[in-house]
């Protein structure tokens, strides 16, 4: 990846399936190409996918309800950083950006047991994804001219 990692505490363990991962970059909707899933969060506890680079404004945030996931991340994330912010996901963990390069904040040990999660959360995550492609139609229709502008 190219990306200078630097660390001062140990990053903490969290037990995760590999289908979970990959959920989260279902749910993208603006891809990156150095991070597979980029997702930000406020002091609330709030959560929404990467879709502009800075600030999003409350208008442009896609928000992300009931993924477990996600939540225990962003638990731990805000015990680290409680004012919230932006953090990035990739299959080995869970990465902030305070100045320089890039701190480990949470390692995935991955569990061999297949997971173990009713049929509906799967359908769940489809409708959301269906959901976040049409408001990026949407968005492209009304903003095209602006859209990758910023």
């Known amino acids: 990846m ?3 990692v630097r660390g001062l ?3 903490y363990p969290l ?3 590999s289908g979970e991962i990959e ?3 279902e749910v993208q909707i603006r891809y990156r190409t150095d991070w597979p899933a980029v997702f930000s969060c406020n002091k609330y506890g709030e959560i929404w996918v990467f879709s502009t680079y800075g600030y999003t404004r409350s208008s442009r945030r896609v928000r992300i309800i009931g993924n477990r996931l996600l ?3 962003v638990g731990i994330y805000l015990q680290r950083r409680p004012e919230g912010g932006r953090f990035f996901v ?3 963990g869970v990465y902030i950006r305070p ?3 890039f701190v480990q904040i949470i390692s ?7 997971r173990s999660t009713p049929e509906g959360l799967t359908e769940s995550m489809r409708s959301i994804r269906q959901m976040l492609r049409h408001r990026e139609v949407q968005a492209r229709r009304q903003f095209g001219h602006l859209w990758d502008q910023d």
């Open 2 to 4: 190219g990306i200078t």
């Open 9 to 11: 505490e140990r990053p």
């Open 15 to 17: 037990r995760v399936a």
């Open 23 to 25: 959920e989260l970059r």
């Open 71 to 73: 939540e225990k991340i």
């Open 90 to 92: 990739d299959e080995s």
């Open 99 to 101: 100045e320089d390069g």
């Open 108 to 114: 995935f040990v991955q569990r061999n047991i297949k």
